[in-house]
């Protein structure tokens, strides 16, 4: 699963391409210009998709202000244009990969995933949620300092919720990233042990899991 920074003002395109990221497990935010894109780039992303055609402030111009304050986030971008002059002038801005629209999914997912495994940065191994550090290279999880001992399956949940933890995740997605096929009573009862072995605050309603 990727935090990705999702930057597009067509509604339409732009609510059915959440859907279908989240519904791979990812953690999207989407912005509906440039700017507002801009203000959000100094949180933690593994990866930025921005359209290059956007009000206040184009693609260009927003890839261009991020990389001026020092970041390195892969970006894709999603556009129609694919004259000579526009690939250049956004490889130029410091894209990694253009993605013509329109597009087929899949090959969407598999860039993704490209852009991911040749681009994570030391800094993505680690996630942070309050006094707690879920390290990604070793499937370990710490409270301060210390680790804390959980099954893998535990592990496996921890990290998911930390990778979405400001957003709900349904049962169906949660299954989705464990690949795994569960009932819902035994990731409840994952989840009890989770809670009672961290301290955790982890809240379920009508099979949505939230941190809180």
């Known amino acids: 699963m990727a935090r990705i920074l999702f930057a597009e003002d067509d509604i339409v395109f732009g609510s059915s391409l959440c859907d279908y990221l989240e519904s ?67 490889f130029k801005a410091g894209a990694n990969d253009y993605l013509k629209k329109p597009f087929d999914l899949i090959e969407l997912d598999m860039r993704i995933n490209a852009l991911l495994g040749t681009n994570r940065s030391i800094n993505d191994d680690m996630i942070i949620y309050k006094k707690f550090k879920y390290d990604i290279r070793t499937d370990m999880l710490y409270k301060g300092d210390n680790p804390i001992e959980l099954s893998k399956r535990e592990l496996q949940i921890v990290k998911i919720l930390f990778e979405q933890k400001n957003r709900t995740i349904s049962f169906e997605n949660m299954l989705l990233c464990l690949d795994a096929v569960l009932s819902f009573k035994t990731i409840r009862r994952h989840v009890a042990t989770i809670k009672k072995q961290t301290g955790l605050k982890i809240n379920i309603k009508e099979q949505l899991f939230y941190l809180t």
């Not at 949180?43 to 001026?68: C, S, T, V, W």
Request: glycine residues 8%; contains cysteine; hydrophobic residues 35%.
């Open 24 to 90: 791979l497990g990812h953690m999207v935010v989407w912005e509906k210009d440039g700017k507002a894109a801009l203000d959000k780039s100094n949180k933690h992303f593994n990866i930025y998709i921005f359209d290059i055609d956007m009000p206040i402030m184009d693609g260009y111009e927003l890839l261009q202000a991020i990389r001026a304050k020092g970041q390195n986030t892969p970006c894709l971008y999603l556009t129609a244009k694919d004259d000579t002059d526009s690939l250049t002038k956004g």
